[in-house]
C-alpha cells in the first residue's frame, strides 16, 4: 500500500455556493464529514488533513516576487488535502471519485507521496 494526497481544487464562486449560508455550510460538512467516515471506516483515510482559508500569497522566482494567490493564471483555490492509503494511483483517484467537492464542479488532484528515506 502507498500514501496519495488529495488536493481538492475549487473556485471562489464554487465555494461560495457550497459555504455561502449557515444552511448550505452545514450540509456541505455534513457530506464532507460522511465522505471521511466512510473512508475511515475502509481503512483508506491516513490523515484527514487541513482546510485552507483564501486568500493566500505566493512567493516566486529568484527574485522572490510576492502576488496574491493562488496563481495568476488560474481561478482554482486549493481549498485543502488529505492523505489517503491505496493500492496505486489508479485505486486513490478512484477514492477521491466521491469527493463532495466534485458536485460543485471543483476537482481533486491525486498525487503520490515520495517516501524519503531517513
Known amino acids: 500500500m502507498s500514501e496519495f494526497v488529495l488536493l481538492y481544487r475549487t473556485t471562489s464562486e464554487a465555494r461560495e455556493e457550497a459555504m455561502g449560508t449557515p444552511q448550505k ?24 488533513g487541513i482546510p ?7 512567493v516566486r522566482g529568484r527574485n522572490r516576487t ?22 496505486d494511483i ?3 483517484a478512484r ?4 469527493c463532495p467537492i466534485l458536485e460543485g464542479g471543483g476537482s481533486v488532484e491525486v498525487r503520490p507521496v515520495r517516501q524519503l528515506d531517513p
Open 25 to 48: 455550510t452545514e450540509q456541505s460538512l455534513a457530506r464532507w464529514r460522511a465522505w471521511f467516515d466512510e473512508m475511515k471506516g475502509k481503512g483508506q483515510l491516513r490523515n484527514i
Open 52 to 58: 485552507l482559508d483564501p486568500p493566500g500569497k505566493v
Open 66 to 87: 510576492v502576488i496574491d494567490g493562488p496563481y495568476s493564471e488560474t481561478k482554482e483555490l486549493i481549498g485543502g488535502f488529505s492523505v489517503v492509503e491505496a493500492k
Open 90 to 92: 489508479a485505486e486513490a
Open 95 to 98: 477514492i477521491a471519485a466521491g
